[in-house]
């Protein structure tokens, strides 16, 4: 299957820096941000955000990685690999990669939001617009228009690039 670069590590770069400023901008008042990545490229995304901001602001960051299990979300949800309290002025962002029908975003929000009922926002790197969900990335680094037969594979670790196959 032929692979077209929608994303280089230059452009990734640059929307992380530009999704750090918003994230800043929208939560200057705020004491702390509690940044959830969804394993396991939203984890490396939130800390690759984490770092940026702690370039720009100093507010208190935090990084925490979610697990979600497709096969049972609701019975296995999310397993947290430090426990998320809920506290007065801090924002949680949601964080993944790419988002399709929204349904990861949705069960790792709805595991949330018994717990923490202050400031949930969602952030993306790549919005396809393929919602099945009620859901909206209020941080978005780039929306693509694809079939539902094409994929987006987003690659953090060695490497950085998104890839439209």
Do not use: W
Not at 140 to 149: D, K, N, Y
Request: with cysteine.
């Amino acid at each position: 299957m032929k692979k077209a670069i929608i994303l280089d590590e230059i452009s990734i770069d640059r929307k992380i820096k530009r999704l750090s400023y918003e994230i800043y901008e929208r939560n200057l008042n705020k004491k702390k941000i509690l940044l959830v990545g969804i394993k396991k490229n939203g984890f490396l995304l939130a800390k690759l955000i984490k770092k940026e901001l702690r370039k720009i602001c100093k507010l208190k960051i935090d990084v925490t990685q979610v697990l979600v299990d497709k096969q049972k979300p609701f019975a296995e949800c999310v397993i947290h690999n430090e426990s998320i309290k809920p506290h007065k002025n801090t924002s949680l962002i949601v964080i993944d990669d790419v988002c399709s029908s929204g349904k990861t975003m949705m069960y790792v929000i709805s595991s949330l939001i018994s717990k923490f009922s202050n400031k949930i926002s969602t952030l993306v790197l790549v919005d396809r617009k393929h919602h099945s969900f009620p859901i909206k990335a209020d941080y978005v680094g780039i929306e693509v228009s694809t079939t539902l037969r094409q994929f987006i594979e987003v690659e953090l670790e060695d490497k950085k690039v998104a890839y439209l196959f």
